[in-house]
């Protein structure tokens, strides 16, 4: 998606949900988060991947609900954020820890937002090498000889 986004012309960040909450928990402590904001609103679309990867946003920063609620709100409804998650938004709540901010999230990025839910086996499991088939008692394998040179 953020390829093809790219290709029309528009401006696109693409991010891991931990790249970003290192990066605004880096700024707090050194005062640049209004800064931070400001860059990661100017992108057409910020597209944030592995959201709720192994609770690592909470890991990363005690602040985690309030720094993406800062980043989202700041996008505002003129610009689009794709959030990849494995995470129901049921379960935001409790995976966040504070109900209010993850409601108020939740409320600002489905405005007017496409919702895609899938379902299924993973994309990347074709690429599982298959275990060898064994050969059968109806079909032993055959023996290759190499030509002699005399």
């Known amino acids: ?16 949900s931990a790249e970003l909450l290192r990066d ?12 931070r904001l400001r860059h990661y609103s100017n ?21 985690a609900a309030s720094l993406l ?16 998650t494995n995470i129901s938004f049921e379960a935001w709540a409790d995976y966040l820890g504070d109900a209010p901010l993850a409601m108020a999230i939740l409320d600002r990025l489905v405005d007017g937002a496409i919702v895609l839910k899938i379902e299924g ?18 079909n032993p394998p055959t023996k290759r000889h190499p030509k002699s040179t005399g």
Do not use: N, W
């Open 1 to 16: 998606m953020g390829r093809a986004a790219c290709a029309q012309g528009y401006r696109v960040r693409y991010t891991t």
């Open 24 to 35: 605004l928990t880096a700024s707090l402590a050194d005062h640049t988060l209004p800064e």
């Open 43 to 63: 992108f057409d679309l910020l597209a944030i991947d592995e959201f709720g990867f192994d609770r690592i946003e909470r890991a990363e920063s005690g602040q």
């Open 69 to 84: 609620y800062k980043v989202v709100d700041s996008r505002g409804p003129k610009r689009s954020t794709a959030l990849v």
């Open 121 to 138: 086996r993973s994309y990347r499991a074709h690429r599982a090498k298959q275990p060898a088939t064994p050969p059968s008692d109806e």
